[in-house]
């Protein structure tokens, strides 16, 4: 039901309004023959000197302000303006009328703070007015301008409380209305408003957050940007359509302005999406727009990351030394340029000159003792590969090499510039387990290796890391008659095999035929026990041989006891050996029920030692050659997991519905798999 009621004014009004009628009165003003005192009219109420319901006088009345205790002692410190009180939500939808030229006050009460509403004005028989307040009738609310409007306001509740008024348009004749209040969502479905965003420190960029929002926006704002770098804003492990939005804090709207067309993703899908922008400030404002569809909320991993920024200027290039073996340095480019100065060469020396490790187009500049940078040298063999490597094989007539490295992307690129002589090819080189890791290298055919000295009859796994170019991992014991692994890699590889009656293993490592054959590299070998797993909680099923065309496949379980009370952070670790994971589905099954697809059907090698986390910054989709001992993202986020119970049987999936014809001695093989909760 409603009621009636009054809202008092401050008496600081009643006293102006006062002082003013009196001056008006000693000045003579107005027609005083019958000491009548002149009236000043307000809004539903007046101001005079004569005794009335609501005044103030000279004279004691019953509503006077006076020194001694009257029947309405509030009324001394305001006056009254008339409101209509409706209970949220008993009185929803009301129905109500207005007439020509009036302004009607509402109060709703029982709001729930925190929550958003959505008041609107519906049907009205002519133009109204609408205005909400966020103290009653002082402070206007601040409404949503993305879901606001002359009738609507969309807003978050501060209190258990509001106001609001509805006018009648100037020159109308009045109209008839509806008022309704709709409650929207509760806090905890959404994050920030337009005009207080949840902020962030840049400080704290290198963490991700998983956020959430409604079927509406959630706000932020990150603070502590530097002017002039680029910055790289992820929306990860999204569990429905939300989207990223850049936000013009003067209007609430978002803008897209900010955002380079070249590194943005489709904001229309529930996959992955990033924006590379360059900072004009130090602060970024964004929101993340849910799915009008979606009646409860969507949830999403926020990060922001500041890009690599480029290292030395061409008047003051980055010094490193050449020490006679080989130059291995982590470097980084933005959208600019790298200058470097390697002090050490050897003169007349033939060497190599490489960028390995990128997954973006960079270019690589060499100078000879050219410290201006103008007269590359030219290289007897090179190459230029988007996704690889490039490098110059050069032979240098001074003794400072300076190099330069181009970029025009935005996101920037880290990479390992190598300066090293020329590789070679080894051949039969015995290692015994006790010289490990073992820095080798192989030329445009092979090089090849005995590691001896392991347990016999033991699972290892054979690894290659460090690598600056694409090479070719091949192993198998010496009593095998055929390969037992085969490994093509960029960066690292690793597979598995028994190390036979003899506890030998045979490593043969060759550069990529299918990269224009260009010169190998450089690498380290080392040989491990299998299965250095480092989550809480490892198989003891396992291993488990995966059939071939099955749609059911196999399930492996852990039994999880005395884990945390409650999940905040999932990581799964897996060991499957499969020749063809382009047929494979990986999925995690909780102790409540709730499937998580991990992997389906995707191309590349086998997962040794192959982690799934919603914070790595890679997605499986596209991992490809780079599985070994990495973290990924998995297809699916595992945070919706977030908040159950770690305690109780945990299952993993894993099923190769497609049919194969698999021959190898190996075949599909879950060797091991683990789980951490944090």
Same mark, same amino acid.
């Given at each position: 039901?409603? &009621? ?9 009004? *009643?006293? #102006? ?19 009548? *005192? ?64 009036? $302004? ?21 028989? $002519?133009?109204?007015? /609408? ?10 609310? *601040? ?77 932020? *704002?990150? #603070?502590?940007?530097?002017?002039? +770098? ?41 996959? =992955? ?17 849910? %799915?009008?569809? %979606?009646?409860?909320?969507?949830? !999403? ?13 061409? @008047? ?41 490790? &990128?997954?973006?187009?960079?270019? /690589? ?5 050219? =410290? ?63 010289? /490990? ?20 009859? +033991? ?28 490994? @093509? ?43 250095? !797993?480092?989550? =809480? ?6 291993? #488990? ?9 196999? %399930? ?41 697809? @991990? ?14 986390? =919603? ?11 780079? +599985? ?33 014809? +698999?021959?190898?001695? /190996? ?9 951490? !909760?944090?």
């Amino acid at each position: 039901m409603y &009621k009636n009621t009054h809202l008092k004014i401050p008496q600081r009004l *009643q006293i #102006i309004i006062g002082v003013l009628a009196l001056i008006f009165i000693l000045t003579g003003c107005g027609d005083t023959s019958n000491n009548e *005192q002149p009236i000043i009219e307000t809004t539903e109420t007046t101001e005079t000197t004569e005794t009335t319901e609501t005044t103030e006088t000279t004279e004691t009345t019953e509503t006077t302000e006076t020194s001694e205790t009257s029947e309405t002692s509030e009324t001394s410190e305001t006056s009254e303006i008339a409101y209509i009180e409706l209970n949220y939500p008993t009185d929803f939808s009301y129905i109500d009328t207005i007439e020509a030229n009036v $302004e009607k006050f509402y109060k709703i009460n029982n709001l729930t703070v925190g929550s958003r509403y959505q008041l609107t004005i519906k049907n009205p028989s $002519e133009p109204v007015l /609408l205005n909400v307040f966020r103290d009653l009738f002082i402070t206007d609310i *601040q409404c949503d301008p993305n879901y606001s409007s002359d009738h609507t306001c969309n807003f978050v509740s501060e209190n258990s409380n509001i106001g609001f008024s509805v006018a009648s348009a100037y020159g109308y004749i009045g109209s008839n209305f509806d008022i309704e209040l709709t409650h929207l969502s509760d806090a905890d479905h959404f994050e920030g408003t337009w005009y207080k965003p949840l902020i962030r420190n840049i400080t704290d960029s290198e963490k991700s957050y998983i956020s959430i929002v409604d079927n509406y926006n959630s706000y932020y *704002q990150f #603070i502590g940007l530097e002017p002039g +770098r680029n910055y790289t804003i992820r929306y990860d492990g999204k569990t429905d359509h939300a989207s990223l939005l850049f936000l013009d804090l003067s209007s609430g709207k978002p803008i897209h302005k900010d955002c380079n067309p070249d590194t943005r993703t489709n904001i229309t899908s529930n996959k =992955d999406e990033a924006c590379t922008f360059k900072a004009n400030s130090s602060k970024l404002s964004l929101i993340a727009k849910g %799915n009008s569809y %979606n009646p409860d909320n969507s949830k !999403f991993i926020m990060t922001l990351t500041p890009e690599p920024l480029p290292e030395g200027n061409i @008047l003051t290039p980055l010094s490193l030394i050449y020490t006679g073996d080989l130059l291995d340095y982590n470097a980084s480019i933005d959208d600019t340029n790298s200058y470097y100065h390697v002090k050490g060469i050897e003169i007349g020396n033939e060497y190599m000159i490489r960028l390995s490790g &990128k997954n973006l187009p960079i270019s /690589l500049n060499i100078y000879d003792g050219d =410290d201006s940078f103008s007269n590359p040298v030219l290289c007897s063999t090179s190459a230029y590969n988007k996704t690889t490597t490039d490098y110059c094989i050069t032979t240098l007539n001074t003794s400072d090499l300076y190099i330069k490295v181009n970029s025009s992307i935005p996101q920037g690129v880290r990479y390992t510039l190598n300066v090293s002589n020329v590789p070679k090819d080894e051949h039969n080189i015995i290692i015994p387990i006790v010289n /490990l890791p073992y820095s080798g290298q192989v030329d445009y055919f092979s090089s090849t290796y005995v590691v001896n000295g392991l347990d016999a009859d +033991r699972l290892y796994v054979a690894e290659i890391t460090d690598v600056n170019s694409i090479l070719s991992l091949i192993a198998w014991d010496d009593e095998s008659s055929y390969v037992s692994c085969r490994f @093509l890699t960029r960066i690292s590889g690793g597979c598995l095999l028994n190390s036979g009656p003899n506890g030998n293993i045979n490593i043969r490592v060759e550069p990529s035929v299918s990269d224009n054959n260009e010169p190998g590299g450089t690498f380290k070998i080392n040989v491990k026990p299998a299965f250095l !797993f480092t989550t =809480d909680f490892i198989s003891e099923d396992t291993p #488990i041989i995966v059939p071939d065309d099955s749609n059911t496949g196999i %399930n492996s379980q852990i039994y999880v006891t005395d884990a945390v009370a409650k999940i905040s952070n999932i990581t799964i670790e897996i060991f499957l050996a499969h020749g063809y994971t382009s047929d494979v589905n990986i999925q995690l099954i909780s102790p409540e029920g709730v499937t998580i697809p @991990l992997v389906s059907h995707i191309h590349g090698s086998e997962y040794t030692n192959t982690k799934f986390n =919603d914070y790595a910054k890679t997605n499986i989709n596209n991992s490809s050659l780079l +599985r070994y001992n990495n973290t990924f993202r998995p297809i699916s986020p595992l945070h919706i997991l977030n908040g159950g119970d770690a305690n109780g049987i945990w299952t993993l999936n894993i099923a190769d519905d497609t049919y194969s014809n +698999r021959t190898d001695a /190996l075949g599909g093989m879950l060797h091991q798999w683990g789980i951490s !909760f944090q």
